[in-house]
Structure formats: C-alpha cells, structure tokens
C-alpha cells in the first residue's frame, strides 16, 4: 500500500472551502485527472457514489468514488471516501479553520492491482504522478476558492 500527505492553505473561510471540496457536482473541476462524473447518487453526504474517469498516463479508466463520511464542524469539517478503479484505496480531506483561511490536508492510500503495473508503468512512475496530482489538485482547489 502506498499513502501520501499533502496540505495548502486556502485563503477562504472554511465553510466555502468545504462547502465546494465536497460537492460531489464540482469534483472534476478541481480534483486533477478526475472526468465529470457518468453517474452520480447522492449530494456528497455519506453514501454518496459517483461513476468517473481517471486519467493516468493518458489512459482514461474508470472510477467509482463512494463517501464513508462527511462531517461538518465549527472548526473542522471531514470528508472520506474510497475509490475503485486503477488505483483503489481510502482518501480523507480535512478542512481546518486557520488564520482567517483554510487548511486542507488530503490524506490518500492506495494499492494497485498487479495487472497495471507493467501495462501503465512501473509503481515508482505511478507514485511520482500521484504526488504531483495530489499537489495540483489542492493548488487548484486554492485557485477556485481564493477566486470566488
């Protein structure tokens, strides 16, 4: 299993923040190499499934997203979800209120099946482009949210 931790202030009060990062609707506008959804069930909360595609090394594959929690705070609001597809595992974004801002820190694990590597690229190449999606994602989450 490999597992990866990214964090980026956000210069917009938490509720927007949050409020845009767990709309399952607004999901591919900001989260790097992820399709607009093909089906959607639900509103973001608990529960929630989503049909996408994921991009990885140009090859566009499917991706079911569901949301195991999504819990609102005063100071902090959670969002967790699994993914199936190239890659399946377990991710959790928590929004923190801090300094006038956001903190967002996304937390992702995840396994591949043996039958990618090899076919994709190796798990080293896989690694290095999920870290630098991760990283986009959170410096396009900032963009939107510091620009709305």
Request: glycine share 10%; net charge negative.
């Amino acid at each position: 299993m490999s597992s990866l931790r990214e964090s980026i202030f956000i210069n917009a009060p938490l509720g927007k923040v949050a409020g845009y990062g767990m709309d399952p609707k607004e999901w591919a506008h900001w989260y790097a190499h992820l399709s607009e959804p093909i089906k959607l069930t639900g509103d973001g909360e608990a529960g929630t499934v989503g049909e996408f595609k994921y991009t990885i090394l140009g090859v566009h594959l499917p991706m079911t997203v569901e949301v195991k929690e999504c819990s609102h705070g005063s100071d902090k609001h959670v969002w967790k979800g699994t993914f199936e597809g190239p890659l399946s595992g377990t991710q959790t974004f928590t929004y923190l209120d801090k300094d006038g801002g956001t903190e967002v820190v996304a937390d992702i694990e995840y396994d591949m099946p043996e039958n990618i590597i090899g076919k994709v690229a190796n798990l080293l190449v896989v690694e290095k482009i999920q870290e630098n999606a991760t990283i986009a994602t959170l410096k396009n989450l900032k963009a939107i949210c510091e620009s709305m």
